[in-house]
């Protein structure tokens, strides 16, 4: 292990923080991103080409885009070049590429590293354009929000974008041991203490370290915490949750998905995280609606009814008793039995309503509420279907133009199977009146 990791610090080094004292030396110190770093990684693959483009890196706070950028400047042998979008304009970005385009005389290139790319406008954005063409640098732009909406086409065409991921579980728990060895001792943490540690960085390993610290400031050394004592140390981390941003549609979108899979465990995970991090209950309860619809539909018509009445109790009785209420329906909601058959069938009807125009409806069925229209034959020759004996005539309802349309197909799955039933009774009785009129004819 190198000496970065060493017991008895140093006083200098006491009074860096952690994080920076723990800041890996190589890229193989790096915690995490096995899938950019590791054996056949996108970035090892790079390296060993000797080229390196220009590289978006996306991920959520904590996960070493800022650390791997250097290490990668000095892999290559670049001079690192580090701005914030926070804290530069126009005229700060004229400096750094006339500085990038002296050291390129001088034979030196340069990697520039923008921290929170996102945050430059679309005009800014476009500036970068001339110096990443022309090789004056290569720029590593860092941001925790997603490129494909926030940075211009030009800026991603001309970057590779890769992934990194929040730390997982052993990951934290390297991190965790590293610092524990740069202490020179293991932290005065129960087991279940430890784990809710781990579990309130939400991946972020700064925060890890910056946790760490707090315990420290705060307890004793012959002192063990338990987790509540944990708790109210540390005042808890809020998660890592924008509602405008990713965090809403990553964690929305597998709330769907495992209600969607009949998963009700899962469902109630993704259900309580929405929660916790403080999204609207309300909007939860507008798209468990959606979901009764989308995908179970018919084959339970009692989930909409359970959706809109969870809806309902949840205005009644607002937070925190409310949220009981829908999450009864995120339960029911996954064990329902699935189909998107109206879905696919409203998708279905709406195609065909839109590339047909507007086709007359056939006369039969048209009121005539004037002498003038009953002239013409609006209404002529309708059979009342309360009159006949199956309360069925059979009759052609879609315009003659598109012919009859079959957009709806129930599943045999739930109460859809005895809707098949019901479809394919009428159809034989359809059929048996079309055969009927043809044979008078």
Aim: glycine residues 8%; proline residues 5%.
């Amino acid at each position: 292990m190198s000496d970065l990791f060493a017991a008895d610090p140093s006083e200098t080094d006491k009074a860096r923080p952690l994080a920076d004292q723990l800041r890996p030396q190589s890229l193989d110190d790096v915690i995490g991103q096995q899938h950019l770093l590791g054996d056949g990684g996108t970035l090892r693959r790079m390296l060993a080409s000797g080229r390196l483009g220009s590289l978006i890196l996306w991920g959520p706070p904590g996960t070493g885009k800022t650390t791997v950028a250097r290490l990668l400047a000095d892999q290559i042998g670049y001079r690192f070049e580090q701005i914030s979008a926070i804290f530069s304009g126009v005229a700060d970005l004229k400096k750094v590429f006339e500085k990038a385009r002296f050291e390129r005389l001088s034979g030196h290139r340069t990697l520039l590293f923008v921290d929170e790319i996102h945050r430059f406008n679309r005009a800014q954005q476009d500036s970068f354009l001339p110096v990443m063409e022309d090789g004056t640098v290569v720029l590593v732009g860092a941001t925790t929000e997603n490129p494909s909406f926030e940075l211009n086409a030009a800026l991603l065409s001309r970057s590779q974008v890769l992934r990194f991921e929040s730390l997982g579980r052993d990951d934290l728990e390297k991190l965790l041991e590293r610092a524990e060895t740069l202490l020179g001792a293991r932290l005065p943490l129960a087991d279940e203490a430890r784990e809710t540690l781990l579990g309130l960085t939400d991946g972020d390993g700064r925060a890890l370290l910056g946790l760490v610290e707090e315990i420290l400031a705060a307890v004793d050394p012959d002192e063990t915490v338990d987790a509540n004592s944990l708790l109210t140390i540390v005042q808890r981390r809020a998660p890592i949750y924008d509602k405008a941003q990713d965090g809403h549609y990553n964690l929305i979108s597998a709330l769907h998905k495992t209600i969607r899979g009949s998963d009700p465990d899962a469902a109630l995970y993704y259900f309580a995280r929405m929660l916790d991090a403080g999204e609207d209950p309300l909007f939860l309860a507008r798209r468990l609606i959606r979901m009764a619809s989308e995908d179970i539909g018919l084959a339970d018509p009692q989930a909409l009814q359970l959706a809109i009445a969870g809806r309902d109790a949840f205005q009644m009785l607002g937070s925190p008793e409310g949220e009981l209420s829908l999450a009864q329906v995120v339960v029911y909601l996954a064990l329902a039995p699935k189909s998107n058959a109206v879905y696919t069938a409203y998708k279905a009807a709406v195609s065909v309503a839109k590339s047909t125009g507007s086709p007359m409806p056939p006369m039969v069925i048209l009121n005539a509420p004037t002498k003038l229209m009953k002239g013409e034959g609006y209404g002529e020759g309708y059979i009342y279907d309360h009159d006949t004996p199956e309360a069925f005539s059979g009759q052609e309802y879609f315009p003659e133009k598109i012919g009859r349309q079959a957009f709806y197909h129930p599943v045999e799955r739930g109460f859809e199977r005895d809707l098949r039933k019901r479809m394919d009774y009428f159809e034989r009785l359809r059929a048996a009146k079309r055969s009927a009129t043809r044979d008078t004819d």
